[in-house]
């Protein structure tokens, strides 16, 4: 089940957040999967990084809960552009 569904020129994207750690960092960092659904397999996807931190997946998620559908479109108008 996507968090988020989008619209963006016809075309239907799902978007999913995950919380990303990398090694040696105490924080975590908020990653969306966005995948396009689409008829006869037309389907894309990929993942952006979103410039939302916290010290817990919990309040990362949180955090995230506050965008908008606005901020996720931008997010996916820059990476399509």
């Known amino acids: 089940m996507a968090w988020r569904i989008l619209s963006r020129e016809g075309e239907t994207w799902h978007v999913h957040p ?18 396009r659904k689409g008829s006869e397999g037309a389907r894309r996807s990929f993942w952006a990084s979103v410039p939302l931190e916290a010290s817990s997946k919990s309040s990362l998620f949180l955090q995230a809960d506050k965008l908008s559908d606005e901020d996720l479109r931008e997010v996916l108008s820059r990476h399509l552009a």
């Open 18 to 35: 995950t919380a990303e750690r990398r090694a040696n960092q105490a924080m975590w960092q908020l990653v969306l999967a966005f995948r």
